[in-house]
């Protein structure tokens, strides 16, 4: 009569083992989406800082709203160069504290753009 005494052992290994790989899921499809907002900060510092190099405020300022939500964006004048940052914060699922994503370009201002 062993064999009742073990009855549901595999219900409760499927559950804990489905637990945990819910948990690395979210885990992985969060990294991901973390890669990504910064990839999306890179390209939205350079963008800016291209145009602003260029003298196109306009478009600087379409390359703006295009930006990930919530992130900050600082632009100033170095010397020769145009250089922008931005920063955000990916919020971590259920709570978890966020991470801060950082991201400049720095690009020479081109022929007849004032410093």
Do not use: F, H, K
Request: hydrophobic content about 50%; glycine content about 10%.
């Amino acid at each position: 009569m062993r064999r009742t005494r073990e009855r549901g052992m595999v219900t409760a290994e499927l559950a804990v083992s489905l637990l945990g790989l819910m948990v690395a899921t979210v885990a992985a499809m969060w990294m991901v989406a973390v890669i990504g907002l910064q990839i999306r900060c890179v390209d939205t510092a350079d963008e800016i800082a291209r145009q602003l190099a260029r003298g196109d405020r306009a478009a600087a300022d379409r390359a703006y709203a295009a930006r990930p939500p919530g992130a900050a964006v600082t632009t100033s004048r170095e010397g020769a160069d145009a250089v922008v940052e931005v920063r955000l914060t990916a919020r971590g699922p259920a709570g978890l504290p966020g991470v801060p994503l950082r991201a400049q370009a720095r690009v020479a201002l081109e022929n007849g753009v004032g410093p």
